[in-house]
């Protein structure tokens, strides 16, 4: 465990409030014309252009957010994100979630399929059917296409600044004076009136997901249960202080009707809670703490006797002691969590990674093999293991299995390229690193950067060869406009 992976930044949250108020903007301009392209509310925004918002959003907030960039959290969310969407009709539209590194009790959906996570809601939830439950009136915010409708309201109002400036980011003049001059002139400081959904959004958005809740084998109760933490939230701390409450209005009429709702769907068996859950949220609790609270941590339970500890508390001991060289320690904590739990894929996770780092690395590559051998999908042990064998300096092995992986799967998170980059640089291959950049630049939608390593990545090989013939068709994919089918 080289380092907490969890990414800081002390640029501020305004200009990107700006960006996604920008399609809500109750400032009044001149009319903008916009395509008709099919039902009613394309005639503002298509579905196309809603990605392509999303994907300026996501840009400015890779700036601006502080955005959570661990396997292990990114695998768990986007697997949730997952189920509920398997259970739903939301066609091949594609999604995207992710978690910021904020107290805040909040989430949001960005049009374009992108749903942001606070690490406060995640850490809030009381159970795994609650958090299921955000995500899930998230998800329907967006297959209701609720962004776009708000747009269309706005532009019956004949108030379409946001659309205009909306036509110079989809035109990929992000940078033009004028939209700059917009995202300056006080558009923030009426953002958060702006981008709240209406009371029917609401309960659509709440009515749809908790149907997915039961449809994907979650307790329909989950959203209810969920509105009410945040309703003791608010009595106790003040609608301001619960972000979520800002831009979904909480009455208490609507978290009746989520009861009386889930209370038609809750026969039968459904998911409650579970062990990822718990181990998600005590990584987090670790991943936010500094090194002396991990100390303290790990002290405060260690030898003691008196209590048998948790299993959160079993976790975060274990993630402390290896990080900090405890053999002793983290074997202890790792064989009592595998006893309760054997098969779970995270403990045997930090299984391997405790005793490829402590105890026998050779040992540890079998159980990483092992686990990926039955699991070549559970991406965390691919991020892991690359990781361990970096360090051991075997960088050319860790680009071998992080190729294979990226080469086989969809939705390959861009930080896989990177990290492949840097085993390729590592073991002196620089055709792959250049290229492995080129594609986590395209993962990321940032096509001239793509094109630009694949440019030196093609002054590093010779005319005719495979590596020479691949990188030059990917390369004219990309300058005719279109994304390679694999970056």
Known sequence: MNKQRVKHTRRTFGPLLALSALVFSTLGVADVNLPSIGEPVDLVISPAEEKKLG????????????IVYDAETNYF???LGNRLLNASNHGSETFHFF???DSRINA??????????????????????????????????????????RIKEANKQNLPLAAAILIAVLGGIQNSTA?????????????????????????EADRIGINLLAQAGYSPNGMAEFFSILQTQNNRYGRESIEFLRTHPLEQNRIAEAQNRAALLSSGNHVINTVDFQLIQARLQWLLSNERERAFHLQSINGTGRTTPTLSDSYRAALTA??????????????????TYPENLLIRLLEAEGVARLENFQQGEIL????????????????????????????????????SYTRSFDQVPAQFFQLQAKSA??????????????????????????????????KTTQPGSADYERITAKLAILKNGQLPSKP
């Open 322 to 339: 290896i990080q900090s060289g405890e053999s002793k320690e983290a074997k202890l904590f790792i064989q009592a969590l595998k006893t």
């Open 368 to 403: 990483f093999e092992a686990l990926l051998k039955t699991y070549p999908e559970f991406s965390p042990a691919i991020w892991r293991y690359a990781e361990v064998l970096i360090d051991e300096k075997s960088p050319a092995k860790a680009y071998q299995y992080l190729a």
């Open 179 to 203: 939209t700059q001059a917009a995202l300056s002139a006080g558009i923030a400081a009426s953002a958060q009136n702006s981008i709240n959904f209406t009371r029917k959004n609401e309960y």
């Open 108 to 149: 949001f959906a960005v049009p374009g399929g992108y749903i942001g996570i606070n690490t406060g809601t995640i850490l809030s939830a009381q159970n795994e059917s609650q958090l299921a439950g955000v995500i899930a009136h998230e998800i329907a915010h967006v297959t209701q296409r609720h962004i776009a409708h």
């Open 425 to 458: 640089g590592l073991a002196n291959n620089r055709t792959a690193s250049l290229e492995s950049l080129a594609d986590y630049h395209i993962a990321l939608n940032q096509i001239e950067d793509a094109i630009n390593q694949l440019k030196y990545a093609l």
């Open 77 to 79: 969310i986007t697997s």
């Open 99 to 101: 978690t910021i590194n």
């Open 55 to 66: 994907q300026a959003f996501m840009a400015q907030a890779r700036k601006e957010l502080d």
